[in-house]
């Protein structure tokens, strides 16, 4: 079915098709349909972080940024779904056209720049869903915070979705909002991950119940870049990492007419940098569950994630090319798989 509309669907502006689209997904929902039309979930339960995940293959973050089609996403066979990247405030984002799609190489460019109805919006919104999968909920600043006063944002987010969310991720690889990225390193990252891990230890205490908390990350760093991360992660104890982000890198793509487009290219192209920091996480974080997510877009893609040393796949831009289909193709492929094929270092 979604092959047969997906022309009319790309014959839209991006944003204008992605708005059309969630909206008659939910439509059918309401009626029922989604799901016989996506078909059973695949039953495959996995054990991470304390959570009991219905099978390997989740939504990435970015899709769902308000939590407004939890409901009608997860009829979809979604074992896990991660909404957000949310902030403490509502903010509008960055000035239309903000999407744009390089068909030739099924690849996206966003620089959406976190558009969001507020963190108080998400929470009714996962409050009320029926989803019975794992909710992550990703967390972000505000584009009016500055970087120097990022912690304060990010506390923010996670006082107010921490008793709704299974897992928590910090978002300090978004290309598009200025300066975050640097979060990511050094002293800098230590000064944010430190005081963040504290407060989900009070939280916890708090609720009674251990919230996993996990990083997301960009593919565009060196390898010495990649040991520092993973020296932070395991400093202050974080429970998993979400490898990767968006890419700014442009050489794969560099003969569409829209390369030079500002912002973050996800899809096919981010496949193999994706990996490559997998494969290196892997090595530095023996024990650390790694949900693996850029560039998938077949079963066989989602077992090279595993191979690469990924627990856990996340899905996006292969939605959008592939269709709701692609989520049990991948779980079918992981079903009976152990994750983490590649060997500790």
Do not use: W
Not at 196 to 203: D, G, M, P, V
Not at 311 to 323: A, R
């Amino acid at each position: 079915m979604y092959h047969a509309i997906r022309p009319a669907l790309f014959r839209l502006a991006p944003e204008a098709s992605h708005t059309l689209a969630m909206g008659l997904l939910d439509t059918l929902h309401r009626l029922g349909v989604a799901k016989k039309l996506a078909g059973a979930r695949v039953d495959d339960p996995v054990e991470l972080m304390g959570l009991r995940f219905p099978n390997r293959v989740g939504l990435a973050a970015g899709l769902d940024k308000n939590a407004d089609h939890l409901d009608a996403l997860g009829g979809l066979g979604f074992g896990f779904i991660e909404v957000g990247t949310v902030t403490p405030k509502a903010q509008p984002g960055n000035p239309k056209p903000r999407l744009f799609r390089l068909a030739d190489h099924d690849a996206i460019i966003n620089r959406f720049g976190f558009n969001n109805k507020g963190v108080t919006h998400l929470v009714e919104q996962v409050r009320k869903s029926r989803f019975d999968g794992i909710i992550g909920i990703n967390i972000g600043k505000n584009l009016s915070t500055a970087v120097e006063d990022a912690l304060a944002d990010y506390l923010l987010c996670l006082d107010a979705v921490h008793e709704v969310a299974d897992y928590i991720a910090v978002n300090i690889s978004s290309p598009n909002t200025p300066g975050l990225r640097t979060l990511q390193f050094g002293e800098q990252l230590d000064a944010l991950l430190g005081p963040i891990r504290a407060r989900t230890t009070e939280l916890d205490d708090i609720r009674q119940q251990p919230v996993p908390l996990l990083i997301k990350i960009a593919p565009d760093m060196s390898e010495d870049e990649i040991a520092l991360v993973a020296q932070s992660i395991q400093r202050n104890q974080l429970d998993g990492v979400i490898a990767t982000n968006t890419t700014i890198e442009r050489q794969a793509v560099e003969d569409d007419p829209q390369s030079d487009e500002a912002g973050g290219l996800s899809g096919k192209p981010v496949f193999d940098a994706s990996n490559r920091v997998i494969s290196q996480l892997r090595d530095h974080l023996p024990a650390i569950p790694i949900i693996g997510v850029g560039g998938i877009d077949s079963g066989e893609a989602a077992r090279q994630k595993l191979e690469a040393g990924a627990d856990l796949v996340q899905l996006y831009s292969g939605l959008i090319y592939q269709g709701p289909g692609l989520i049990n193709d991948c779980a079918a492929a992981l079903s009976g798989t152990s994750g983490s094929k590649k060997p500790a270092a």
